[in-house]
């Protein structure tokens, strides 16, 4: 028995560092590629380290495009994205999950139903809308229009949260004299923490990298966000500028990490602190 316990722990391992492998090659090949001299990448034999390393892709990809400026609209949509749906989300969510009724259950059929809903099915429509609002080529439309993409999801995903911490502590802050908001703010909010700070992340990091509303609502380059100015180091016969493509996707994928360094210790802290309260 012991002997097969060892086997199949061995067998998990195995299977994790090769899922790990999978997920960081394409990461760890752009590093390489933004790094590489243009000979290099052209060469028949490719190398994982660069034999020269250089930093001319950088200098050129923000030679060529305004990433600065791209990156700079890319995290104000994606920022302002990730607060408005949590803003909106928790509220619903907890009704959702503490109101049990045929309501609550058709709506979140409804949520993840909608999920399924491609983008191309809603471009037109939506196109037509924001531009009797006149919000085509603004960032206050495109946040509009992730909110409302993101904001099933996050109700759903928070609601989940919501329906995990027990109902008896808010019924014991209410025998102890606690009103409802008082019992929410000190007794569920640090609860939810965790699944805040999950939702945020899943919202902020949707908007970071979504490419079509983008590309179909923003039109004037001051206004584009980085992953329509990527598209950008294409030739027009499709060949791709691939040294400094591959710098300027390296950068693109910094911030996400970034946030998610940030916010992981909080989910981890959050639900620890939710088992021991609990």
Not at 85 to 105: F, K
Not at 242 to 253: H, W
Request: charged share 10%; net charge positive; hydrophobic share 55%.
């Amino acid at each position: 028995m012991n002997r097969t316990g060892a086997f199949a722990r061995t067998g998990q391992y195995i299977a994790l560092a090769g899922y790990l492998v999978f997920l960081a090659f394409p990461f760890i090949w752009l590093i390489s590629t933004a790094f590489k001299p243009a000979r290099e990448l052209g060469s028949l034999h490719p190398t994982w380290i660069p034999r020269d390393p250089t930093l001319d892709n950088f200098r050129q990809a923000f030679d060529e495009q305004p990433l600065l400026q791209a990156a700079a609209n890319s995290l104000i949509a994606a920022c302002c994205t990730a607060v408005i749906a949590v803003a909106i989300a928790t509220p619903m969510a907890y009704v959702m999950a503490r109101h049990r009724s045929r309501l609550s259950t058709a709506a979140t059929g409804w949520v993840v139903i909608s999920q399924a809903f491609p983008f191309v099915l809603v471009i037109i429509p939506l196109f037509l809308v924001l531009k009797n609002l006149r919000l085509i080529n603004t960032l206050s439309g495109l946040v509009l229009v992730y909110v409302v993409w993101s904001l099933p999801f996050a109700l759903w995903m928070l609601a989940g949260y919501v329906r995990a911490v027990p109902i008896e502590l808010e019924e014991a802050a209410a025998v102890d004299g606690a009103g409802r908001l008082r019992t929410l703010v000190s007794v569920t909010g640090p609860l939810l923490a965790p699944g805040i700070a999950a939702t945020a992340l899943f919202a902020f990091i949707t908007a970071w990298n979504e490419f079509f509303f983008a590309l179909v609502l923003l039109k004037t380059p001051e206004k584009q966000t980085l992953p329509v100015v990527l598209t950008h180091f294409l030739g027009a016969e499709g060949v791709a500028d691939l040294g400094p493509l591959a710098a300027a996707a390296f950068l693109a994928t910094l911030p996400s990490l970034v946030v998610f360094a940030l916010i992981q210790r909080r989910i981890t802290g959050g639900m620890l602190a939710g088992a021991v309260k609990s």
